[in-house]
């Protein structure tokens, strides 16, 4: 694809002032140009001081000087208010108030802010300029910058004081200057939001004596970014540097070789990451005239003596203008068009040649949205081709190599004098490095380009991974079939900070059925957000399980890798087969053993996964599958989409009798889901708005949903997709666990009215035996709940549970017993030859001829329970707010969050918010009428209050559109 594009004046998303000159002249000893380089050795939001020596040449006889400083004021738009004092060889210059809001071009800004005469605001910074000419001396000088914070928000560290000097010094040198001064931005906004790719362009206007000769020239950029930025000098490729200071620095070239000696020079600027600006450009050139007779060395390439271009005839003809005036549609001659001998147009002939400087301006990386390359990934590679005249171009072709390789080569036909075109290339690139990405124009036979020089342009390219993406499918950790069922469950355990010596704990209360038989059990310990200080880290714990200390089985984690927010999050999975015997509490303690007091890791919860055996259960096949794989669609994630952001879950193994299956449950578990537009597949099912925030957002889990409409006979496959940025801001998310079971239909349902059931091996679970004639020799009548009606229930060797008749040897003639519960109320018990170990036999109104009572006792059970509730342990709900649409300056509604202390002690809550940056959350939540930043409320045990949350912006908060971000609220011991 190819797309036009014309130079755009300004960042028209955030604004700017390009730069322009500010002063020129000549002299005949040089500029001079020096600078203090900030803001790493400064402290934020405090009063700071910087003192700057320059050294002036000591034979300096001075033109012309300028001082210039910038200050950051800590945002981008709102109105931080400080003041800055800037003095020079102890005069001082002023004592500026910086005090002003700023809001971006594409919010209705100027573009810029003009404080005063010599003081600008652009985003973050204000710049300050003075005239010294009359203050600058020969040798040392001395600037002195100090900024005081006026509000508790002023940044108010110093990025940049320059001092730049024009000055004679009695040689007879001959040097022509001239210096720019601007505050040009350019910033990913304008590529995001506005597809613009804005190329910064500032023009020198050398005015050399014809016949003079060039000797040397020099340009100088100063700049204000943490990236140098990309540059070209009249279509040629200029190199970068590193910046000198933390977000400024510069560079100078030696241009001499593409210098315009009179017109106009052109120097091109383009960001290489997120946000740059450019502030001072200084073009000098030293010249003779003493060759003035001899102007065949110095005319500019396109300004030759003859006006014609070169590889034109001495007979003066341009390209559109042959000796014969012949037109394409108007031929003396029965020459073909496209074969003639005469110089008809380009279109016509192969021998038309047109004159045109081709060019490559920029070479700009994206994926999607994000200025950035990623290994693996289809990316964007957009080149800026120029054509500087004197004429139009015929065709030509833009080649991009890789590494050497060539990637593609594009056509690309009539470009206009002037004129730039953006052609756009697609790039997968394998590794993740440093690649050297190489665009060259190839004129070809109609274009005659007499510099070369400029046909070519190199850029240098980092490629990461991008941690984001669907790159760690969840395996199968276990599969196979039971005679039973299944449990997942996450219990108490909730979204909980722990730092450096914290205990969280979490208890599972499980309920089996009689009988049952642990085959498997599993603990995850879902965590995140792991940190110290502001660095990711792998967390250090210890985790105890019913009283026993555990290390993993496996430890899965998953991390952006990059960017801001580069924290691991992850699901450890414990072996617990051998702790869960049964029905019971299970309490689980996590402590952070990271003795670091800044380090601190999050649990998003904690859930046990056990499989039994149960022989009242129908076979069911599963498949256990676990992992963690963090994606992202939401703005910081790069420009992902849901297909580069989407968990796939392969189920495979044993095939599936589909003509026996009585149904198939899926559970999936996303940590950090919340988010109704991510969806759910399972194989030809595709549904959204199952991950509602149930049990929670932090840990989100879609219980035994039903897919047994969808279900394959082999390969089943799941796939958790995260929603578009354009769905309610993207969303990031973590799937670490996904359980599918396949339950088949039993062979007996009903076991009424048979007749003979003479030596049934095992009765287990009849659910109704009624009129069962004869259950002579029934080895294992066990849970028979209804057996009325018997007329012969000779040899039972094991009747248990006919409500309760255990351990009766003999029962003969018992004509009805039904609903004896532990032998109470037995009416008539005669001829019980034998009542053996019978534990209770309470109400036996008539016991005639009982020859043995022999060990009858009472040895009544009490059933013992605990609910045990965990030291610290807070609840919040709802969990999502929506404060619907908001005008900055008018409070949204109030909107309640009820908080409750479900631990045994006392607790403290804090909050803390994680938004964009200078996002409406970060800017202006309220909890109970405070920036969220002092919330602070204190629970007792036991306990429950409400809070209410309101978003109020600021009324110069220029951010529009719709918004997503967190709250997390902390509990710790008050």
């Known amino acids: 694809m190819v797309l036009s594009s014309g130079v755009c004046s300004a960042d028209n998303y955030v604004g700017g002032i390009p730069l322009t000159s500010a002063h020129s002249g000549t002299v005949s000893g040089g500029v001079y140009c020096d600078s203090y380089y900030g803001m790493g050795d400064q402290e934020a939001k405090a009063s700071n001081t910087i003192e700057k020596t320059f050294t002036v040449p000591d034979n300096a006889n001075v033109e012309w000087a300028m001082l210039l400083t910038n200050v950051y004021c800590g945002h981008m738009q709102n109105n931080y208010q400080g003041k800055a004092k800037v003095d020079f060889n102890g005069k001082n210059l002023g004592t500026e108030t910086l005090n002003v809001p700023y809001t971006y071009s594409y919010n209705g800004g100027n573009g810029h802010v003009q404080v005063n005469d010599h003081v600008n605001r652009v985003t973050s910074d204000y710049m300050m300029y ?127 070789d593409s210098l315009k000696s009179s017109g106009t020079n052109t120097l091109t600027y383009d960001r290489t ?402 988010h109704e537009g991510i969806a759910l597949k399972f194989n030809e099912m595709s549904i959204s708005g199952v991950y509602d925030s149930t049990p929670s957002s932090n840990l989100d889990i879609d219980e035994a949903r039903d897919v047994t409409s969808y279900l394959l006979s082999q390969n089943n496959e799941a796939q958790i997709i995260a929603p578009s940025v354009t769905d309610n801001s993207g969303d990031y998310m973590i799937p670490s666990s996904a359980i599918l079971a396949v339950s088949y239909k039993s062979e007996t349902t009903d076991d009424t009215n048979i007749t003979d059931d003479t030596n049934v091996t095992d009765d287990t679970n009849v659910t109704d035996g009624t009129n069962v004639t004869d259950d002579t020799n029934v080895t294992d009548g066990t849970n028979v709940t209804n057996d009325t009606n018997v007329t012969n229930d000779t040899n039972v060797t094991n009747d248990t549970n006919v409500t309760n008749d255990t351990n009766v040897t003999n029962d003969t003639n018992v004509t009805d017993d039904t609903n004896v519960t532990d032998g109470t109320n037995v009416t008539d018990g005669t001829n019980v030859t034998i009542d053996t170990n019978v534990t209770i036999d309470t109400n036996v109104t008539d016991n005639t001829n009982v020859t043995d009572d022999t060990n009858m006792k009472d040895d009544t059970n009490v059933t013992l329970k605990v609910n045990i509730i965990p030291v610290i342990s807070l609840t919040v709900s709802p969990d999502s707010l929506d404060f619907g649409t908001v005008s900055p300056g008018t409070p949204s509604e109030s909107l309640p969050l009820a908080l409750k202390n479900n631990g045994g002690i006392s607790i403290k809550v804090t909050a803390e918010v994680h938004d964009q940056e200078n996002g409406p959350f970060a800017t202006g939540l309220l909890l109970d009428q405070n920036i969220w930043s002092n919330y602070s409320k204190v629970l007792a045990a036991e306990s429950a209050e409400t809070s209410q949350a309101q978003l109020d912006l600021p009324l110069n908060y220029s951010s529009t559109g719709q918004f997503q971000g967190t709250l997390s609220l902390w509990a710790e011991a008050a």
């Open 273 to 674: 990451a997120s946000f740059y600006k450019s502030v001072l450009g200084i073009l000098t050139a030293e010249y003779t005239t003493s060759s003035s007779g001899d102007s065949t060395d110095d005319t500019p390439a396109d300004n030759t003596t003859d006006n014609g271009s070169a590889g034109d005839t001495t007979d003066d003809i341009s390209s559109d203008n042959t000796t014969n005036d012949t037109s394409s549609d108007n031929t003396t001659s029965d020459v073909p068009a496209g074969n003639t001998t005469n110089d008809t147009p380009a279109d016509n002939t192969t021998d038309a040649k047109f004159s045109a400087d081709l060019g490559v301006q920029a070479i700009k990386v994206s994926h999607n949205s994000a200025a950035k390359a990623w290994k693996n990934l289809v990316n964007t590679v957009n080149v800026t081709v120029i054509n500087n005249g004197p004429e139009k171009a015929g065709s030509f072709a833009l080649e991009l190599y890789s590494e050497g390789s060539l990637l593609e080569s594009k056509p690309i036909n009539g470009l206009a004098n002037g004129a730039t075109e953006a052609v756009e290339f697609v790039w997968k690139p394998e590794d993740a490095k440093n690649y050297t990405l190489r665009a060259v124009v190839v004129p070809g036979s109609t274009i005659n380009d007499a510099n070369a020089t400029n046909n070519e342009l190199s850029k240098t390219q980092e490629v990461m991974h991008n941690g984001y993406i669907g790159d760690k499918p969840l395996e199968t950790y276990l599969h196979g079939t039971v005679k039973g069922n299944i449990i997942y469950d996450y219990g108490n355990s909730s979204y909980v900070k722990v730092s450096s010596g914290d205990v969280y704990t979490a208890g599972h209360s499980l309920s089996l059925p009689e009988g049952a038989i642990v085959k498997y059990a599993r603990l995850y310990n879902f965590w995140t957000w792991s940190a110290t200080g502001s660095s990711g880290v792998i967390p250090s714990m210890s985790l105890d399980f019913a009283g026993s200390s555990l290390t993993p089985e496996a430890e899965y984690a998953d991390q952006k890798g990059w960017g801001q927010y580069d924290y691991p999050t992850g699901t450890w999975a414990y072996n617990v087969t051998g702790l869960v015997s049964g029905s019971g509490n299970y309490i689980t303690t996590v402590k952070n053993t990271n003795s670091d007091a800044e380090n601190s890791f999050c649990i998003d919860g904690i859930a046990l996964l056990v499989v039994y055996e149960d022989a009242s259960g129908k076979e069911t096949q599963y498949w256990i599958n676990e992992g963690c794989d963090a994606v992202s669609t939401m703005s910081s994630s790069g420009g992902l989409t849901p297909d580069e952001a989407t968990v796939k879950i392969a189920f495979a193994g044993d095939s599936i009798d589909l003509g026996n299956v009585d149904n198939a449950r899926l559970w999936t578990t996303v940590q950090s889901g919340g």
């Open 130 to 256: 003075y005239d010294v000419t009359g203050l600058v001396k020969a040798g040392k000088n001395t600037a002195v910058v100090k900024t005081d914070p006026l509000d508790s928000s002023f940044d108010g560290r110093i990025r940049l004081v320059t001092l730049v000097v024009a000055y004679n010094d009695g040689s007879k040198k001959t040097i022509w200057y001239q210096v720019n001064r601007g505050h040009d931005a350019d910033s990913y906004y304008s590529d995001d939001e506005m597809n613009e790719n804005y190329i910064g362009s500032t023009a020198f206007q050398a005015a050399l004596p014809e016949g003079s000769s060039l000797t040397d020239s020099k340009l100088t950029l100063v700049y204000q970014a943490s990236s140098d930025g990309a540059y070209a000098f009249n279509g040629n490729a200029l190199s970068s540097g590193t910046p000198q200071g933390t977000f400024s620095g510069s560079n100078t070239w030696d241009v001499k």
